[in-house]
């Protein structure tokens, strides 16, 4: 395995921004900056053994710094939306950064996607370290957060986060990459196949938080557990979709526990095979529904419904629904989480 290291730009206010490439002997490769601890590039071999990018990324770092889709990047510290940027922990009132809606999201807008993370090669792996500080964003406690990416021989990528706190706080990471496995700049992904591993959904009020209760997929577009086309069922006339503009971004409750399968996507015309596996209860899956605003590698758009995220995570909201698993870190504890992507070719 080879990494190797290089300046990828200058922040104005961050200083300069590295990227790593972790290269395999068969040439496949993942390329990752500092910047959010971002995933900008994974090449891995179609059924013909040519090379194909399968992640949107963009092309330089100033256009990362507009960036606000959190393309690629871990998001954190709170992955995914808090009702009204509000929770209460042990009695206090927190009030968090307002940045979608009347709600925040993935942190608020200078959450983890937007901060420099601290990079080491170690081995074969590549150590990124942040530093938040206690009051970033209105989270209380000061956390540190390690994310160590590994790329295979076998083009497997780990992702393992690390967390400590110096006071009780909420945590929630994932990570946010958009996959087309017909390479980044291939048009519409609608007719990759999908599988998920999930009975149920949490799904969403008006404003996209989960109502604390479940839906089971059985009979709605929301049933992955057998494969089939990511857009077969996308302009249902089901409420959960409609209130999104027919598209999916929804939380789906993975069954089993531990590092276990979640996903499956792959696409028959380039034969790549994606298999999600993460230790973590859910997976939201999105769909872009709209031109992302920022240009890709090359200078190219990504179009409407051009990529899927499935972003390994605990739910929506968490803190504010007793009933959903806790995301509460406390001084001593260490949150340890993995989940991996690996791909290989359609037999």
């Known amino acids: ?38 995933i900008r590039s994974i090449q891995v071999p179609d059924k013909n053994g040519d090379l194909r990018d399968v992640v949107f990324g963009i092309e330089n770092l100033e256009e990362y710094e507009k960036d606000d889709s959190s ?47 601290s ?97 089971d997929v059985e009979g709605t577009p929301f049933d992955f557990r057998k494969a089939k086309p990511i857009g077969q069922d996308i302009n249902a006339p089901h409420p959960q979709l409609q209130a999104v503009k027919n598209t999916y971004d929804h939380c789906f409750a993975l069954n089993g526990e531990g590092l276990r399968e979640a996903a499956v996507l792959y696409s028959e015309e380039s034969g790549i095979r994606m298999t999600c596996f993460t230790d973590q209860p859910a997976l939201q899956l999105y769909v872009n529904d709209f031109l992302l605003h920022c240009r890709g590698k090359g200078g190219k758009d990504n179009v409407s419904h051009g990529a899927c995220c499935l972003e390994t995570q605990h739910y929506p909201d968490s803190i504010n629904h007793p009933n959903f698993p806790t995301t509460v870190l406390k001084p001593g504890e260490t949150f340890h989480s993995e989940t991996i992507y690996n791909f290989s070719i359609i037999d």
């Not at 190797?4 to 900056?33: H, M, P, W």
């Not at 989270?139 to 076998?154: A, H, I, Q």
């Open 119 to 215: 990079g080491k090669i170690d081995g074969d792996s590549l150590v990124l370290t942040y530093i938040s500080a206690d009051g970033e964003e209105g989270f209380p406690g000061e956390l540190k957060l390690t994310v160590t990416y590994r790329w295979s021989e076998d083009n497997e990528l780990s992702i393992v986060y690390e967390a400590t706190t110096d006071r009780d706080t909420i945590l929630n990471v994932t990570n946010h990459a958009y996959f087309n496995l017909n390479g980044c700049d291939s048009g519409e992904v609608l007719s990759q196949k999908l599988i998920i591993d999930a009975d149920r959904i949490a799904p969403n009020d008006d404003f996209q938080i989960p109502t604390g209760e479940w839906m």
């Open 1 to 38: 395995m080879e990494i190797t290291k290089e300046v990828f730009g200058e922040s104005k206010e961050q200083g300069t921004v590295n990227s790593y490439t972790l290269k395999n002997s068969r040439g496949a490769c993942v390329e990752i900056l500092e910047y959010g601890a971002r």
């Open 71 to 117: 393309i690629g990047a871990v998001c954190g510290r709170f992955a995914n939306r808090i009702a009204k940027g509000l929770f209460t922990l042990n009695g206090k009132e927190y009030h968090l950064a307002i940045n979608n809606g009347p709600n925040s999201l993935h942190g608020g807008p200078t959450g983890f996607g937007q901060r420099v993370f």
